[in-house]
């Protein structure tokens, strides 16, 4: 069992929904580390500065909690897991709000968050530093990634399979029995009918292959996200 969660990496607004679940289950952060970037959070009083902070502070804090990380881009994600853990802090159990409905056969693995009002079916996986965010609809036997970012609204029927490092957009739809691959991006509001490939970027109604400059996207780590 967790001792207390570190909020890490706290630049993303989506950090005060963390706070927001956290408060839900009565729980405070043990601290909020920021990491090269002004910090989003509602406590400011727990803040630390990542580059701040000495080998001893790091030891403490190993001590007192294990991090989950605050980020709504699939690939800042992934880095903020990889520098924590190379710092020695160990990933938290899956966070997940009171109001979001659970089956007592789902399993979330470590690091995810699964955000207010989500609806999950039976026998369906979520897998490491994952983000189920707000009033997402996922139905029974899904399969979902690590690294894998699925925005608010979003409805996914039955036995769908999400690869790692996927994004889904806001009040996007699909379909069931739908592959979506490994690091394909889903539009806002999309439909989709048929499967979706690695490394594409699908988006409309129905949703068809589009091009995608991350560069200029919330998908890279240097815009807002």
């Given amino acids: 069992m967790n001792s207390g969660y570190i909020l890490f990496g706290v630049r993303s607004p989506l950090v005060v929904e963390y706070e927001e679940t956290l408060n839900r289950l009565a729980q405070v952060p043990v601290a909020s580390v920021s990491v090269n970037a002004t910090p989003r959070v509602l406590d400011q009083s727990r803040v630390v500065s990542f580059e701040e ?5 790091l030891e403490l804090l190993a001590a007192q909690g294990r991090f989950i990380t605050c980020a709504f881009s699939s690939l800042r994600r992934r880095q903020l897991v990889e520098l924590a853990v190379a710092t020695g802090l160990q990933p938290a159990d899956a966070l997940c709000d009171p109001t979001a409905i659970l089956p007592r ?39 979902i990634g690590d690294f894998v970012s699925i925005g608010p609204g979003a409805t996914l029927a039955s036995n769908i399979r999400v690869g790692d490092g996927a994004t889904i957009g806001a009040g996007a739809t699909i379909v069931p029995n739908i592959n979506i691959g490994e690091n394909a991006v889903v539009g806002a509001g999309s439909l989709v009918r048929s499967h979706v490939s690695d490394d594409c970027f699908v988006a409309g109604n129905p949703a068809v292959e589009k091009p995608l400059d991350r560069s200029r996207s919330a998908l890279n780590t240097e815009g807002e996200e």
């Fill in 105 to 143: 056969s789902l399993r979330v693995r470590l690091g995810s968050f699964v955000n207010a009002g989500a609806i999950i079916g039976g026998a369906t996986f979520i897998g490491a530093h994952s983000l189920i965010n707000r009033a997402v609809s996922i139905g029974h036997h899904c399969m």
């Fill in 53 to 57: 902070l000495s080998r001893e502070d």
